[in-house]
């Protein structure tokens, strides 16, 4: 079983919808989990990080984790075209971070 | 903040060949790490730096591959020989050495043998 399991869509919504990307974690001792966006030929580059559970807001995205289901997704309220990415849901430990796999997600005008 | 710089940002050559990318980690940051990222099998860990000093090379997938850090502030991942399946593209990133000091990618190398 891979540390971090994520669908990979692709996803495909309209301009202003509500979008939530999810992944689940194996190990309980995962305590700090991120979420990476990725355009066509680029790095990823960080969009939010969480200690433990509970949620944590940024503008437009919010994070959750829930310890108890080993489960952390991603929202995206108002979605724009520029959100039209790759998400990487990430963990780490013992400085070695686990990747999901991502998923593509196109917003459409 | 320059970022993590990766050179070349492409990279195209003949099975055989010998190919060396390059990584200059963000000042500062003591923990540098190389990945490659294909449609397959998404981000792989190739191998990690801890103040210069290789920590995992788990990843490294043959000894056709070996990766170096001499200094703080430059890396380089090599392959020789190159082969067709090595096609992908290849991040570096770094990162503070603190529990909650995330990754900070390049733009990565795309890799194509041909």
């Known amino acids: 079983q891979k540390e971090v399991e994520q669908d990979p869509g692709p996803l495909s919504v309209p301009e202003g919808a509500i979008v939530s990307l999810n992944c689940t974690y194996s190990n309980s001792a995962f305590q700090y989990f991120m979420w990476y ?6 790095g990823p580059e960080l969009l939010m990080y969480t ?13 959750q984790v829930d310890k108890s289901s ?35 997600l196109n917003v459409k005008p | 903040d320059a970022g993590v710089i990766q050179s070349p940002r492409h990279e195209v050559t003949e099975m055989g060949q ?25 981000l792989e860990l190739l191998i990690y730096f801890n103040n210069n000093v290789p920590i995992d090379d788990s990843g490294m997938p043959e000894d056709r591959f070996s990766a170096k850090m ?40 795309r890799l194509t043998v041909t």
Not at chain 1, 77 to 83: A, G, I, K, L, T
Not at chain 2, 31 to 36: I, N, P, V
Request: charged share 20%; net charge positive; aromatic share 16%.
């Open chain 2, 70 to 109: 001499p200094n703080a502030s430059f890396s380089t991942l090599k392959i020789q020989p190159s082969e067709p399946r090595d096609s992908a593209v290849y991040f570096c990133a770094s990162r503070r050495d603190s529990y909650n000091s995330p990754l900070h990618f390049g733009n990565g190398t």
């Open chain 2, 18 to 42: 010998e190919v060396t990318l390059r990584c200059k980690p963000i000042s500062g940051h003591n923990s540098l790490f190389w990945y490659r990222q294909t449609m397959m099998r998404g």
């Open chain 1, 37 to 42: 966006r990725q355009y066509s030929r680029k």
């Open chain 1, 51 to 63: 200690y433990s559970s509970g949620n944590k807001e940024d503008g437009r995205f919010t994070a």
């Open chain 1, 70 to 104: 080993k489960y952390i997704s991603l929202f995206i309220r108002d979605s724009q075209p520029s959100d039209s990415a790759t998400y990487l849901c990430a963990t780490y430990n013992f400085n070695k971070f686990y990747f999901g796999s991502g998923t593509k």
